[in-house]
């Protein structure tokens, strides 16, 4: 039986927008959005990719110096891995596998009017042409998610169009990246994906996001394999022992293996 997905609290995503600020703050250009579609990416990857390899990725040295004490440090992973956990629990493989057609991704989204792009555009951070398309509910969360795929550019390999499984994976992915495709190239999907159909923005990213769970089931019949061990063959006891020391195996790495 399917179980609720998680969802983050208030107090939850407040944490996480104090901590982009903080980052902001320290030079590095990054949004709540952003960093959400960065982690939705990183959990619906093929493989567990530890925060000890994808912090440094999303905010290279910036966390170490907006979060030079370690309390704050510890608070900021807390509210990072806090994220991560809802992420986990919205896209379980066995939850989606049990109700395919029921959305359980709940990105973090923002959405904007014609006065907060004509403020941002006034402001000089973005042109007209940028406001446009990056001031679409989605496009910063996509943009997040499209830069962790470049990041662990080997987590996300291209797809064989040749195979079915290849074509129904490329799929995936445009729905997710379609998002933050300009106005004109993003209609072009609509109209080879959608033929007659005028979808909404809601809809665009309600795409997105079954995109999204329908990559985290197919990962589960292609993840990674791991590498094969190879063990050689063992000295004997009272043969030399390979470190080159000049002792007897059993009196050197072989005593410790023996314990």
């Known amino acids: 039986m399917s179980r609720p997905a998680k969802q983050s609290t208030e107090a939850e995503i407040e944490a996480l927008e104090t901590l982009c600020e903080r980052v902001y703050g320290f030079g590095l250009d990054v949004s709540l959005e952003w960093v959400d579609g960065f982690l939705t990416a990183l959990v619906a990857s093929r493989r567990v990719v530890l925060p000890s390899e994808w912090l440094p990725k999303m905010l290279d040295d910036t966390f170490e110096r907006a979060f030079a004490d370690p309390a704050d440090a510890e608070q900021a992973m807390a509210a990072l891995m806090s994220r991560w956990n809802v992420l986990a629990s919205q896209l379980d493989p066995e939850q ?96 080879a994906n959608y033929p007659g159909d005028a979808l909404t923005r809601d809809e665009l990213v309600d795409d ?22 190879r063990v050689g063959p063992q000295p004997g006891r009272n043969d030399p022992c390979p470190c080159g020391s000049g002792k007897k195996y059993k009196k050197c790495h072989g005593a410790s293996a023996a314990d």
């Open 208 to 229: 997105a996001c079954f995109g999204v769970q329908d990559l985290r089931v197919y990962w589960l019949d292609h993840a990674p394999k791991p590498a094969t061990r």
């Open 96 to 191: 989606l596998l049990d109700s395919a057609d029921t959305l359980r991704l709940a990105p973090l989204m923002f959405t904007y009017d014609d006065a907060a792009r004509a403020e941002i555009v006034a402001e000089g951070k973005l042109t007209e042409e940028e406001a446009e398309q990056l001031m679409q509910t989605g496009a910063l969360w996509a943009e997040g998610f499209s830069d962790a795929m470049e990041a662990f550019a080997d987590d996300w390999p291209e797809p064989d169009l040749e195979t079915e499984e290849g074509r129904w994976y490329d799929d995936c992915l445009s729905r997710v990246l379609a998002l933050v495709l300009p106005p004109e190239a993003l209609a072009e999907h609509v109209q």
